[in-house]
C-alpha cells in the first residue's frame, strides 16, 4: 500500500521562506508524477505545483516564481520549496501522487498524505 507522509508545516513571517517534504513507501516512486495541493478554511482545494516522472514542472500562476518543487528518486522524496510566502499562502497543504501526465495533475484524484498545515503571519 502506498503511503505518502508531509512534514515541514509550521508557522513562517510573510516574506520567510519554508520548504515542505513528502516520503513516499509501498510503491515505485518514480512511476509516479507527484504534486502539492493545498486547501484554506472555507475554500477547496487548489492546485500548486507538480512535477513529472521525468522533472518537468507546472505551477499555479499565484506560486510562480516563488515555490520550487523538486524530487529526490533516490530518497523516494518531493520537495516544496516556498519562498517570499504571503499570508495567502496560509493553508493545509496535500501531498499528492498519480500515474499520469504533467497536465492532469492539476485535477485533484489520485493518492494523498494527511496534509501538513502551514500559517504565514503578517
Known amino acids: 500500500q502506498v503511503q505518502l507522509v508531509e512534514s515541514g508545516g509550521g508557522l513562517v513571517q510573510a516574506g520567510g521562506s519554508l520548504t515542505l517534504s513528502c516520503a513516499v513507501s509501498?510503491?515505485?516512486?518514480?512511476?509516479?508524477?507527484m504534486g502539492w495541493f493545498r486547501q484554506a478554511p472555507g475554500k477547496e482545494r487548489e492546485f500548486v505545483a507538480a512535477?513529472?516522472?521525468?522533472?518537468?514542472?507546472a505551477y499555479v500562476d499565484s506560486v510562480k516564481d516563488r515555490f520550487i518543487i523538486s524530487r529526490d528518486n533516490a530518497k523516494n522524496t518531493v520537495y516544496l520549496q516556498m519562498n517570499k510566502v504571503k499570508p495567502e499562502d496560509t493553508a493545509v497543504y496535500y501531498c499528492?501522487?498519480?500515474?499520469?501526465?504533467?497536465?492532469?495533475?492539476?485535477?485533484?484524484?489520485?493518492?494523498w498524505g494527511q496534509g501538513t498545515q502551514v500559517t504565514v503571519s503578517s
Open positions: 509501498g510503491g515505485t516512486f518514480s512511476a509516479y508524477a
Open positions: 499528492n501522487a498519480r500515474q499520469t501526465t504533467l497536465a492532469d495533475m492539476k485535477v485533484p484524484a489520485g493518492l
Open positions: 512535477i513529472s516522472r521525468g522533472g518537468y514542472t
